[in-house]
């Protein structure tokens, strides 16, 4: 992964109950991440380079949807799981502020660049490069 494939953003959050489970904020939304090797000093209120990957255990489920679709990050009940819309565009998932990487949506749904479409995911890991030093 390429350092630019990582954006700053805040951790809002760092889960009680599953210590992997860590939740950002962009434009108002939420978005509770796994994070399977995280920094030993994250910190709530934060900065950090971060990069979030899909997990599908199964197959992919894509449905292509009318372009004025608006984007929406719809959780699943209290799992990692959730339903995904929003623009595909040379392989990443941008929806509500967030950038989703998968290799699947790069090589696979490839022809579906610059549309709008939905995919439930399993979960979404987070990697975390850095703390970032400057204020997001």
Known sequence: MAIEDYRSLRVKRIGGDVEE???????GFELVCFASNP???LEEGEAYSVMFNLLVLDDFNVTVLNDSKESSLERLGDSFSYKITGRLIDGCLHSC????KDEALETEFEYLNGKTIAI??????VRFLKKHMGHP
């Open 39 to 41: 920094p030993a000093n």
């Open 21 to 27: 489970e860590v939740v950002f904020a962009v434009n």
């Open 97 to 100: 502020g967030f950038e989703f």
């Open 120 to 125: 439930q995911v399993d979960r979404i890991n």
